[in-house]
């Protein structure tokens, strides 16, 4: 599937916004990598590009993360406000090119 330059930055927004949000975490905790990596069951490579923004992880990843770091999954995997911004911009063009179009 290819995604337009548009999606392309909100998908970046995401997986920016989600990995500092693991690294803010695991920071606070006084954790590292490698022992966040043991207790999710993951690997420290995977959690590094996580936190690097450069993959979005699957749901059974984010669930794993967020019980190792004692945290509610939807808190720790917030949608960013970059995104509901762009979520709110795509609709309202969407709504504007239905309204002016005709049947």
Do not use: C
């Not at 995401?14 to 999710?40: M, N, P």
């Not at 990843?61 to 509610?72: F, I, M, N, P, S």
């Amino acid at each position: 599937m290819q995604w337009s330059p548009d999606e392309e930055g909100l998908i970046q927004a995401v997986a920016e916004s989600w990995g500092q949000s693991v690294r803010r975490t695991r920071e606070k905790l006084g954790l590292s990598q490698r022992d966040l990596a043991q207790r999710a069951g993951t690997t420290q490579q995977s959690l590094s590009k996580l936190e690097n923004g450069s993959f979005l992880p699957s749901d059974l990843y984010k669930v794993r993360l967020a019980h190792a770091l004692g945290k509610d999954v939807s808190r720790l995997f917030a949608w960013p406000e970059a995104a509901r911004h762009h979520t709110r911009r795509t609709t309202d063009q969407a709504h504007k090119r239905s309204a002016t179009s005709t049947p």
